[in-house]
């Protein structure tokens, strides 16, 4: 079935970097953009940018921007976003997501979350 | 702040319809029909319930229904049962050098 598997739970600490994996089966992984969200403890989702599986293209959300890299790997289906010179209010889980049609559109699926924790 | 703007809090009764809002502006909802909403139950990741303003996906119950007047989407829930309970959260497309937003998410409490 279709399913996006995300790498397990990380603790950091502040200044370090962190790079979660987001691994794709049961469709083609280039024929459907993947978006990244966060949502810190008790609030809201946010998100943090878009990468194109296919030609590797990315966009970011302007808070992010210097500080975020989406990358993928075309042979093992997988797309990674990193986020550097953490601080304790990038405490959250990041979710993968994929979306239903082009880049504007809803996220029909989504991976199951990764607790990033950062942490002196 | 999040861009688009949610009730914090709504609740019915089992068997009650509900709305939910989702203002924005022009930018974004208004715009374009790319709103979607998410459910969220506690420790879950979302879960799509509506698409283009008004499409559910295959699996969704016809109980979920949404809409858009203006600036404002509706997310509306009838014959609410206790599974309803969740948070949700209506997103757009925007003209915005962010390209996509949320709204701070709707806490369903069904009594």
């Known amino acids: 079935q279709v399913q996006l598997v995300q790498s397990g739970a990380e603790v950091k600490k502040p200044g370090a970097s962190v790079k979660v994996s987001c691994k794709a089966s049961?469709?083609?992984?280039?024929?459907?953009?993947m978006h990244w969200v966060r949502q810190a403890p008790g609030q809201g989702l946010e998100w943090m940018g878009i990468i194109n599986p296919s030609g590797g293209s990315t966009s970011y959300a302007q808070k992010f921007q210097g500080r975020v890299t989406m990358t993928r790997d075309t042979s093992t289906s997988t797309v990674y976003m990193e986020l550097s010179s953490l601080r304790s209010e990038d405490t959250a889980v990041y979710y993968c997501?994929?979306?239903?049609?082009?880049?504007?559109?809803?996220?029909?699926?989504w991976g199951q979350g990764t607790m990033v924790t950062v942490s002196s | 702040q999040s861009a688009l703007t949610q009730p914090a809090s709504v609740s019915g009764s089992p068997g009650q319809s509900i709305t939910i809002s989702c203002t924005g502006t022009?930018?974004?909802?208004?715009?374009?029909?790319?709103v979607s909403w998410y459910q969220q139950h506690p420790g879950k990741a979302p879960k799509l319930m509506i698409y283009?303003?008004?499409n559910r996906p295959s699996g969704v119950s016809n109980r979920f229904s949404g809409s858009k007047s203006g600036n404002t989407a509706s997310l509306t829930i009838s014959g609410l049962q206790a599974e309803d309970e969740a948070d949700y959260y209506c997103s757009s497309y925007t003209s915005s050098s962010t390209l996509l937003v949320f709204g701070g998410g709707t806490k369903l409490t069904v009594l």
């Open positions: 283009e303003v008004s």
């Open positions: 997501a994929r979306t239903l049609g082009g880049p504007d559109d809803a996220f029909d699926i």
């Open positions: 022009s930018s974004d909802v208004g715009g374009y029909n790319y």
């Open positions: 049961g469709y083609t992984f280039t024929s459907y953009y």
